[in-house]
């Protein structure tokens, strides 16, 4: 079975700072998917960076950049010039690759605050 | 644009009652999904469906059920609603098999009294 920690229940940043957000997975799967996931207050959740496990070079979408370090089983988000709409849950997922797999398993969430 | 909807924002239900949750997406999706989200957890999959009339069994299951009997329709059903199943739910739809993204709908934040 596969686990996903995020270690920081709650995250604030200066707006136009950069913030990373922590996560960690255990599986013993070598070919799986990871994601971000936003959840914005009273929002709908929407996707932020995936990253395949086979690909060596980090994912980046505009100000959002992923550290994926597959011997370390970590997978972190950086938002760069942080945002005042950056005010959010995210939530860090995992999903392997093989066969019939269409499970997410997520992590606890991270609440991010952007301050003025 | 991929719209999932669900049926309602709020709920309030009596402890016994039984509830339905629905959701609708409109982008021929095979697959949904019905989660559970409560503080300091995450979420948690209930159930998912890969096809009509198809199901599968998610990581937390007890005291929920769910029908699809139309590919852009995914029920969950609680047969006797509890006060320990007061939680947000969202569903989910997604494409295929590997690793395309899941899209939410709003979620459905369930009182039960």
């Known amino acids: 079975a596969q686990t996903v920690t995020q270690s920081q229940p709650e995250m604030s940043v200066q707006e136009a700072e950069t913030v990373t957000l922590s996560c960690t997975y255990d599986?013993?799967?070598?070919?799986?998917?990871l994601f971000w996931y936003k959840q914005p207050p009273s929002r709908q959740m929407i996707l932020v960076i995936r990253?395949?496990?086979?690909?060596?070079q980090n994912a980046t979408e505009n100000r959002f950049s992923v550290n994926f370090q597959k011997a370390a089983k970590s997978f972190s988000l950086k938002i760069s010039d942080s945002q005042l709409g950056d005010t959010a849950m995210y939530f860090c997922?995992?999903?392997?690759?093989?066969?019939?797999?269409?499970?997410?398993?997520f992590g606890s969430g991270t609440q991010l605050t952007v301050l003025p | 644009d991929v719209k999932v909807t669900q049926s309602s924002r709020y709920l309030v239900k009596r402890t016994g009652e039984k509830v339905f949750l629905e959701c609708v997406q409109d982008?021929?999706?095979?697959?949904m999904f019905w989660y559970r989200q409560d503080p300091g957890l995450g979420l948690r999959l209930i159930y998912f469906?890969?096809?009509?009339?198809?199901?599968e069994k998610g990581d937390i299951p007890e005291g929920y059920s769910v029908s699809r009997e139309k590919k852009e329709r995914f029920s969950l059903i609680l047969e006797s609603a509890s006060t320990n199943q007061t939680s947000m739910y969202l569903c989910?739809?997604?494409?295929?098999?590997?690793?395309?993204?899941?899209?939410f709908g709003p979620g459905t934040r369930l009182t039960v009294t």
């Open positions: 599986t013993s799967e070598n070919n799986y998917y």
């Open positions: 989910a739809s997604s494409f295929g098999l590997s690793s395309n993204e899941q899209y």
């Open positions: 469906s890969y096809d009509v009339k198809m199901k």
């Open positions: 997922a995992f999903k392997v690759s093989s066969g019939s797999a269409r499970q997410l398993t």
């Open positions: 990253q395949e496990a086979y690909k060596q």
């Open positions: 982008m021929d999706h095979e697959n």
